[in-house]
């Protein structure tokens, strides 16, 4: 479980570097963005081992019917994801659609997993992106939305969604989590 926090913590810390230390940040230059990058993927590492390790420790159970919720909000945690790369006109209507993503995201994993270990993971992302959000807000008050793009960019992006969803149903299979409702084929 001590992989699992040092993980959130450094995930955590790396991400708001930028917003707690703006001038320790500056002072690294380009240097900094790999320094960053590299506790970003030590910090996912971490979680990882962290969480494929940790006891089952059931603080709450979730009702079957959870699943379903789970499997929706994770097709929009996907779509939100990809929004301001999509330059569809959805951009101009979302500030933070990533971050949006990630707290949707968290919030589906935390609907249908009660474990203690879970909750650390989930939750404590969840809080990062809510801060996060926080902090860009008060850093930069004046944003101003993007001109909106085609439709045809928000709908390619819901195929886009479609497909990696897929192959994420198919990751946590391969994982052994089944994600969906029955028993996993096979």
Known sequence: MLLLIVGLLLWSLAHLFKRLAPEARASLGDRGKGLVALAILVSVVLMWIGYRHAPVIPIYNTPAWTIHLNNLLMLVAIYFLGISGAKGRLSARFRHPMLGGIKIWAIAHLIVNGDLASILLFGGLLAW????????????????????????KDIRLG?????LYAAIVGIHWWLGVWPLPGTAPG
């Not at 809510?130 to 008060?138: A, G, S």
């Not at 195929?159 to 497909?163: A, F, H, K, Q, Y």
């Open 129 to 152: 992106a809510v801060v996060e959000v926080i902090l860009i807000n008060r850093q930069d008050r004046g944003w101003t939305p993007p001109a909106p793009g085609p439709v045809a």
């Open 159 to 163: 195929v886009i969604t479609l497909v």
